[in-house]
């Protein structure tokens, strides 16, 4: 007897169900990771706009430097231009240079004042000497020739007395004396020139030529009544060359220093209207 044994139809329908299936549905395509390429593309991306923005950065400090720098050169020349025409524009206030690198120059610093700031009688305190400064300097002179510190100071109020302020009246002084001298010295000698023998016939009146060329170098202006104490003093100055060069002391290179402390004791008090602070 033979057995006949048959599929179950039901595994056959599976199986060519699983068939059909893998045959509709394609196989998925795998994951294709990021490329080197375009890791590097955006690498250099950011590189390039950061490089971009570091440079607008630095152009525009560059440019803000630059406009600084040119705000300051400016200012620098409208201060020079202001100094230079303070005589024309009295109204400009110029903005002063650092006093700490003017007082280490120690420049002479003189300004020139228009009339109508000379004739104001607000008292104010300078940064620097003025014409009138020295003006007053040489109408000081025919009361004292060797003023002390205290005097200077009392007689220019009006000064912020610095090292270099000091320094230039002492030497305005200086020059003060030196002309006195040499004018003293040459009128000494033109005196032995024409025959003087006799020192007491040397005089100083306001019509001698000594006298006009003091004046004229002191006074120029001619607005001033010089003292009669003065005419004294230059006197006993002329007296003092002539009877030095008469006796040859002029041989010796400091024959003039024994004339010089004769000289500095015969000051005078200044008066008060140089130490009045609308004396100005």
């Given at each position: 007897m033979s057995l006949v044994v048959q599929k179950s139809p039901q595994k056959t329908s599976d199986k060519f169900a699983q068939q059909s299936n893998l045959r509709a549905c394609p196989h998925p395509k795998?994951?294709?990771p990021f490329s080197?390429?375009?890791d590097q593309q955006s690498e250099e991306n950011q590189d390039t706009v950061h490089q971009h923005v570091l440079r607008r950065l630095r152009d525009e400090s560059s440019k803000a430097r630059f406009e600084s720098f040119g705000m300051r050169w400016n200012s620098a020349k409208v201060r020079s231009k202001v100094n230079s025409r303070s005589v024309r524009s009295p109204?400009?206030?110029g903005v002063a240079l650092d006093s700490v690198l003017m007082e280490n120059l120690c420049l002479p610093h003189i300004k020139i004042e228009p009339d109508s700031l000379l004739k104001n009688n607000v008292y104010m305190v300078n940064e620097g000497l003025t014409t009138n400064h020295l003006k007053k300097?040489?109408?000081?002179?025919f009361y004292t020739r060797y003023p002390s510190s205290l005097v200077l100071k009392m007689c220019f109020h009006d000064v912020e007395f610095t090292r270099c302020i000091t320094s230039q009246l002492i030497k305005w002084?200086?020059?003060f004396r030196e002309f006195y001298y040499i004018q003293m010295e040459k009128f000494a000698r033109h005196a032995l020139i024409e025959g003087v023998t006799d020192v007491r016939g040397l005089t100083v009146g306001r019509e001698s030529e000594l006298f006009r060329a003091l004046n004229m170098h002191f006074n120029k202006a001619n607005d001033f009544q010089v003292p009669d104490r003065f005419l004294e003093v230059a006197v006993i100055t002329l007296k003092e060359f002539y009877v030095a060069i008469s006796l040859?002391?002029?041989r010796d290179p400091s024959w003039k220093k024994a004339i010089y402390k004769v000289i500095c004791k015969l000051d005078s008090d200044v008066p008060a209207e140089f130490k009045s602070h609308h004396s100005e």
């Amino acid at each position: 007897m033979s057995l006949v044994v048959q599929k179950s139809p039901q595994k056959t329908s599976d199986k060519f169900a699983q068939q059909s299936n893998l045959r509709a549905c394609p196989h998925p395509k795998p994951l294709v990771p990021f490329s080197v390429d375009s890791d590097q593309q955006s690498e250099e991306n950011q590189d390039t706009v950061h490089q971009h923005v570091l440079r607008r950065l630095r152009d525009e400090s560059s440019k803000a430097r630059f406009e600084s720098f040119g705000m300051r050169w400016n200012s620098a020349k409208v201060r020079s231009k202001v100094n230079s025409r303070s005589v024309r524009s009295p109204q400009t206030d110029g903005v002063a240079l650092d006093s700490v690198l003017m007082e280490n120059l120690c420049l002479p610093h003189i300004k020139i004042e228009p009339d109508s700031l000379l004739k104001n009688n607000v008292y104010m305190v300078n940064e620097g000497l003025t014409t009138n400064h020295l003006k007053k300097a040489k109408l000081m002179f025919f009361y004292t020739r060797y003023p002390s510190s205290l005097v200077l100071k009392m007689c220019f109020h009006d000064v912020e007395f610095t090292r270099c302020i000091t320094s230039q009246l002492i030497k305005w002084f200086s020059n003060f004396r030196e002309f006195y001298y040499i004018q003293m010295e040459k009128f000494a000698r033109h005196a032995l020139i024409e025959g003087v023998t006799d020192v007491r016939g040397l005089t100083v009146g306001r019509e001698s030529e000594l006298f006009r060329a003091l004046n004229m170098h002191f006074n120029k202006a001619n607005d001033f009544q010089v003292p009669d104490r003065f005419l004294e003093v230059a006197v006993i100055t002329l007296k003092e060359f002539y009877v030095a060069i008469s006796l040859g002391k002029d041989r010796d290179p400091s024959w003039k220093k024994a004339i010089y402390k004769v000289i500095c004791k015969l000051d005078s008090d200044v008066p008060a209207e140089f130490k009045s602070h609308h004396s100005e």
